[in-house]
């Protein structure tokens, strides 16, 4: 097995964990591509919160963190061979040749080499590309990631005054509580199945006052200006858009 790791004694885990711990990566990723759906190329490079995060660089940069993770750290191949940045910062930055076609398609490719890098590994197993670090903490470290900037798309989203349709906010929750980097150490075993524990699948409940779909929160999904026709017209989310109807 040509990926530059050293296969280790493998601890006993709870059944399902690995597939499991799979099926969030995907859900993740899933919400971070399609977060770009429906977009202008304007619109996806817009900065609609105090700091120049963007849609668009959000995608890039998570392309980097499944290349940096699953590439760099597993075959210990240099980040320029994987074509991403050099530091997280500059993964940020758009060229002028950045599309959402392009950024969109770099990131299938990439989360398809993590999958191949992979897929013969066992969670216990070692490997040395960038230091010695078992697989489910490169598995802990990219949901980390994705699970924060699955958030920060979120609110970019919602600042954009366009629909949010329901599908985007269904995306998994991780307590970043369960990955704390001492405990991580101190309790790898119990910490990884504390994580995926604390996991679930967000659906969306209804409207608290009409009915329609809602954040986990319980603010209507749809945020646009009109008021809630069963709330006062002054209630508002804490995104400052009030219910429809």
Known sequence: MDVGCALMSRTTRPDGLRSRLDELLEEYRATLHDSLEGLTEQEARASLVPSKTTLLGLLKHVTFVEAVWFGEAVSGR??????????????FVLRKVDT???????HRETC???????????LDDEVTGTGIRALWQL???????LAQHAGHADICASRSWRP???ERLRRPSLQSDCLDQRTLHADPVGSLA?????????TGRPCRRCARAADPHGRCAART???????PPATRSSLGRRCPQ
């Open 78 to 91: 240099p980040r320029r061979e994987l074509g991403v940045a050099s530091n997280p910062d500059r993964s």
């Open 100 to 106: 959402i076609a392009s950024v969109q398609m770099a």
């Open 112 to 122: 398809e080499a993590s999958r191949r890098a992979t897929a013969e590994l066992a």
């Open 139 to 145: 598995y802990l470290q990219v949901l980390r990631e």
């Open 164 to 166: 949010v349709r329901p």
């Open 194 to 202: 504390r994580a995926v524990s604390h996991v679930s699948t967000i």
């Open 225 to 231: 200006p009109r008021s809630c026709a069963q709330g």
